[in-house]
C-alpha cells in the first residue's frame, strides 16, 4: 500500500519539470516546443493548458490518504508488523501528502483541502478551494507528526532477512526519512518567512542519520551510484526503469538528437549557461576567471548539440538526463557516453545534500547569521566544485547580496531539477514590497526586450505568479 503510494510520484515529475522551470529564467524553448510548454515560457498559461491539472497531484493525496486511513487496521505482530513500523508508514504518507500539497499551493496558491481518502468515484468531494495559509497550516502538522515517526536513516536489524529492514537503496534513497522530512519543513517554514523555524529544521536535518557528500558530482544523475548507502550526496530521488517501462519524458524534452526520440522542447536558456561558463559559446574553460565552474558546466548540467555533445560552439542541451558521463568540451568529434535512444530513465532527485545546505544558508543568512551562511554555502561547493570566488560575498555584504549569490548557487547546482521558479517564489517572497521586482528582473533575462513592458505590468501583482485552475477541474467542481 505504502509503496503504491510512491509510485505515484512517478507521474508527477513531469509536471513538476515544467511547471517549476518553464517560467523561470534558465531554461528557454527549443524549437520543438508545444503549446501548452510556449504559454509557460510566455506567462500566458490558459485554463485549458495540460499542465494546469492536477490530477496527478491529488492522485497521490488520495493514495496518501488511503495509507493514513487504512494502515491501523492491519493486526501488529512483534516480529513482522510492529507498531514503530505502522507509525513509521503512517508518517511517510502524512509526508507525502504534505510534500503534494505544498507543490500544489506554489503552483495554484489555495486548492481544495481533502483529508480523507476517496475509493468510490461517485464520492468525490467537490469542495471551494481553502486558503493557503489554512493548507500550510495543516502541512506544518503532518510534517511535525511525521517527524517524530519515519525512520532516522540508520537501520540496525542484523538478524533479519526482510528487505524492507535492512540498509538498502529503498529505504535510504526512494522512501522518506527524518532527513527528508526536515528538508521539506525547511523548506515550507521559508516559504512562510519562518526563518528560525527553518533553521530549526535544518539543524534536526543534520543530527538525523547520514554523512557527508562524496563521490563524484554527474554520479548522482547518471543512475549507478559509487556511493555507499550512508552517504548524505543522494538523499530522495524518484527512480524510473526502461526495462521495467517505467520512463520520464525528459529525454524527449531536453535532446536535439531526433534519433533518440528528442524533440528539443526546452534548451538551457544563454543566462543558465553563461552563469556556469561566463565566456560561452567560443570557450568554456578560463583559468583567470573563477566564475568558470568546471565541475558542474559543461558536459555535466549542460552539453553541446547531438550527436557529439562536445563541441562548445553549438546549441547547448540539458545533459542530466541524456548522459552516462562527462563530456569533455573539444572541437574534434567524440563518441559520447549517451542514453541508448528512448532509454529516459535517468534519476529526478526531489531533495540532495546540497541543496538543503542551500536552505539551510538561505535561513541563516535572513536571521543575521550571515557568516554562518556563508559556510554552509561553501560546504556545497567544496564537496567536489571550485571554493566561492574570494570578495564575491562576505559578512559584510548586505543580506539581499548574499541572497543573491544563494539563488545563483542553487543555479549552478540544481539546475532543471524543477525548482528554478520556485526558488524565484519564495526569496520574492522574503523581500515584500521589492519582491515582484526582484522576480520581473530575472525573468526579463530570459524573454524578449518586446515582452519587458507586459512581464513588468503581469508579474508585478503576485497573484499573476499562480496558475489559472484547469477549465475542466471547473466544470466538474462549480465551488472552484
Known sequence: MLRGAYQAMQPIVEYKFIQGELRADWVKPGPGADGDMLEFFNHTVSPNNRYTNWKVYYDLINRAN??????????????????????????????LRSWAYFNLIMNFDSV??????????????????????????????????????????IINVPNTFDIGKRPSEETYRLR?????????????????????????????????GGGAPGGVWFNQFWGISNQNLFDGGIMWFIPFDYLGRQVHPLMAFTSNDPASGGRYMIAPSDTAVKTFNPK??????????TATDDTRGFGRSYAGSAPYYNRV????????????????????????????????????????????????????NRTGDKTGAIQRIN??????????????????????????????????????????????MRMARHRGAQ?????????????????????QTLLSNPKNWYLPYNAEEKRLNPNL
Open 313 to 364: 560552439n553549438s546549441d547547448p542541451v540539458i545533459w542530466k538526463y541524456l548522459g552516462l558521463g562527462t563530456v569533455t568540451p573539444g572541437v574534434a568529434n567524440v563518441t559520447p557516453n549517451v542514453r541508448k535512444p528512448y532509454q529516459s530513465d535517468a534519476r529526478f532527485h526531489i531533495y540532495r545534500f546540497s541543496d538543503v545546505q542551500l536552505l539551510w544558508a538561505e535561513a541563516l
Open 379 to 424: 560546504s556545497v561547493r567544496s564537496s567536489g566544485t571550485t571554493p566561492m570566488p574570494n570578495a564575491t560575498v562576505t559578512a559584510t555584504s548586505s543580506t539581499e547580496q548574499i541572497e543573491d549569490y544563494i539563488l545563483r548557487e542553487r543555479g549552478l547546482e540544481i539546475a532543471w531539477e524543477g525548482d528554478r521558479w520556485y526558488d524565484l
Open 280 to 289: 560561452w559559446p567560443t570557450t568554456v574553460t578560463n583559468p583567470i576567471n
Open 435 to 455: 519582491g515582484p521586482q526582484f522576480l520581473i528582473d530575472r525573468v526579463k533575462k530570459r524573454i524578449p526586450v518586446s515582452e519587458h513592458a507586459r512581464i
Open 112 to 153: 481544495p483541502l481533502i483529508l480523507k481518502s476517496v475509493d468510490d468515484i461517485s464520492k468525490v468531494p467537490y469542495i471551494s478551494a481553502t486558503g493557503q495559509e489554512i493548507i500550510l497550516d495543516s502541512i506544518e502538522a503532518d510534517l511535525n507528526k511525521a517527524y517524530e515517526t519515519t525512520s532516522n536513516g
Open 176 to 208: 522518506a526519512t527524518r532527513r527528508t522530512v526536515c528538508a521539506l519543513q525547511a523548506e515550507v517554514y521559508l516559504w512562510r518567512n519562518k526563518y528560525t523555524e527553518a533553521v530549526t529544521a535544518c539543524n534536526n536535518y543534520s543530527t538525523s
Open 66 to 95: 488511503y495509507v493514513i486511513d487504512n494502515v491501523g487496521r492491519v493486526p501488529l505482530d512483534a516480529n513482522f508488523f510492529s507498531e514503530y513500523e505502522r507509525n513509521m508508514y503512517i508518517g511517510e504518507a502524512r509526508f
